[in-house]
T-cell receptor, first 113, second 112 residues
């Protein structure tokens, strides 16, 4: 059974700092990995999708990398802003799971002004 | 496009009552999903559908039923609500498996 772990569970940083969020998964037979953002009381917003054949994806100040063989992904946020404060979730899709996602529990990020 | 919408946004039920949650998407997506989100448990898949008229069980299907009579709609039913079903329910959809999933805003359900 796939298990997804996100470390740390919570992170507090000053504005302007560059930071890295970690995601690890136990079964490397994944189809793709998706990073989401969730604001309190809201739904999930898709940030980046990395296919298993890709090494990284970039969108603005966000960069996500994937090392499928070691079961790891990182989300790099450059020049963090208070508006980046949210919970960040990673989720993996198995190769044989009918496209369903297995989620980590998330990293709660607070960026202080 | 409205994306993925969910109805209702909030609901309070008494134990034993029934209700249906509606998910609608206007992106012509084939696949649709129902998840529940609980503190300390993360998001867990309840049921999913890979096309109109098809449904399948996810990780935590007990106590729930679903139907996909129209491609754009995916209904989640609770026949006899229990306090353990207090949760936030999210619907999601995707075009195909290789594509990103899009989520609705959620339904916050409390069962007393």
């Amino acid at each position: 059974k796939q298990e997804v772990t996100q470390i740390p569970a919570a992170l507090s940083v000053p504005e302007g700092e560059n930071l890295v969020l970690n995601c690890s998964f136990t079964d490397s037979a994944i189809y793709n990995l998706q990073w989401f953002r969730q604001d309190p009381g809201k739904g999930l917003t898709s940030l980046l999708l990395i296919q298993s054949s890709q090494r990284e994806q970039t969108s603005g100040r966000l960069n996500a990398s994937l090392d499928k063989s070691s079961g790891r992904s990182t989300l790099y946020i450059a020049a963090s802003q208070p508006g980046d404060s949210a919970t960040y979730l990673c989720a993996v899709r198995q190769e044989t799971s009918g496209s369903r996602l297995t989620f980590g529990e998330g990293t709660q990020l607070t960026v202080n002004p | 496009n409205a994306g993925v919408t969910q109805t209702p946004k909030f609901r309070v039920l008494k134990t034993g009552q029934s209700m249906t949650l509606l998910c609608a998407q206007d992106m012509n997506h084939e696949y649709m999903y129902w998840y529940r989100q609980d503190p300390g448990m993360g998001l867990r898949l309840i049921h999913y559908s890979v096309g109109e008229g098809t449904t399948a069980k996810g990780e935590v299907p007990d106590g729930y039923n679903v139907s996909r009579l129209k491609k754009q709609n995916f209904l989640l039913g609770l026949e006899s609500a229990a306090p353990s079903q207090t949760s936030v329910y999210f619907c999601a959809s995707t075009f195909q498996g290789a594509h990103e999933q899009f989520f609705g805003p959620g339904t916050r359900l409390t069962v007393l």
